[in-house]
């Protein structure tokens, strides 16, 4: 067994990796390569280095983008940050195919954020009602230091409950509050708002008058929900079946009923939703990482969301009406055009100075809209051709790269592979026949 990397993290950049040479014989001879990947500006790098912790190096991502997109009357070319081939593709498609019909029309619901102070309490209830029913005012006003900011900028507090949760867990209790963050993601100021509260709502409880000095009082935790389905969003396309007009070579009649079938599909059957979500969050994620913001609390809320109802379902709805076809999907959008990684990150910066600076409610807007459109070209694919045809045309660069083609190489299999089944063996044949032959 390896021994204990004490003080790991005080080391610099290079002793990190000198020790992790010594301690993993297998990258002695490759470890070396990463530091191609410093940023040559070294206020840069150090930058990069402290938005986590023991960093050695940076790790590349394709930054894409989608343009075309026509949302509410206006034009975005959408910035993708993805790994995977195709995706980027795909969203492009849906965008050009729509703004030929309507585009995208999105509305943002609410923008409701909520977090808890999680506590214990085994007194009397009537006295903790009666508590924070004098006091809740005072309580709200007691964090006022930390949300004066906030409410200025026209959000802040918007409402603060006590909840009685012992009916599933013995004597636990919890004070729920809502905020509007404006603009800011707002993790840091929930959080830091929860705790005073918690603080202080312990404190002047104690010494109440309706305490029980004998009772057991124990705040557990003081933290935000990621789960935001007040934060919410819908984006939506539709237009007569026949203007689709042939989408993949099938006429529009029959591509709308499958297309359509397939999402009532991702409503019923679980396993099917799970692969469709994920095809919207392709999009989604893509978006959210190219902006700074924390796509894993999207997608614990997406996937969240998508059970609200006690089974998983597509976040998408379709359905035919008067010969029409109508795609719509509403989904719960955390998003913060402010503070955090929006302003350091100079790809995230320029993310937002791509679609305008636009703001929070307007990116959740552009995001649902971006989700929608992977959704559609995914579905378009599957009910037409499938999606192998195109993933694996792109997926061929990827093989090829892998496989160290010259440009000459790679020009002739694209031309070969233009009408045929890409597999990995298939194309590492065809490139050791080019290599023979030479
Ligand atoms: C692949 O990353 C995403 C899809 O599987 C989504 C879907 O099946 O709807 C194409």
Redesign the pocket.
Known sequence: MQELMNGFSKLSKERKIELLKANIPAIKDKIDNIKQFWHEDEALQKRFDEFSENTISNYYLPFGIAPNFLINGETFNIPMVTE?SS?VAAASKAAKFWVQRGGFKAKVHSVKKIGHVHFIYNGEKEGLIEFFKQNKQELIKSVSSLTANMEKRGGGIMGCELIDKRASLQNYFQIEILFNTCDAMGANFINSVLEEFARNFEMGFRISATYEPESEMEIIMSILSNYTPECLVTSKVSCPINDLGEVNGMDPQTFSRKFVRAVEIARIDRYRAV??N??IL?GIDALVLATGNDFRAIEACAHAYASANGSYQSLSQAWIKDEKLYFTLTIPLSLGTVGGLTSLHPLARLSLDILGNPQAEKLMEITASLGLAQ?FS??SS?VTHG?QKGHMKMHLLNILNQLGCSKNEVNQAKEYFFDKVVSYTAVSNFINSLRVSQ
């Open positions: 995977e995706v692969t469709h994920k095809g392709n959704n995914a579905i599957l999606i």
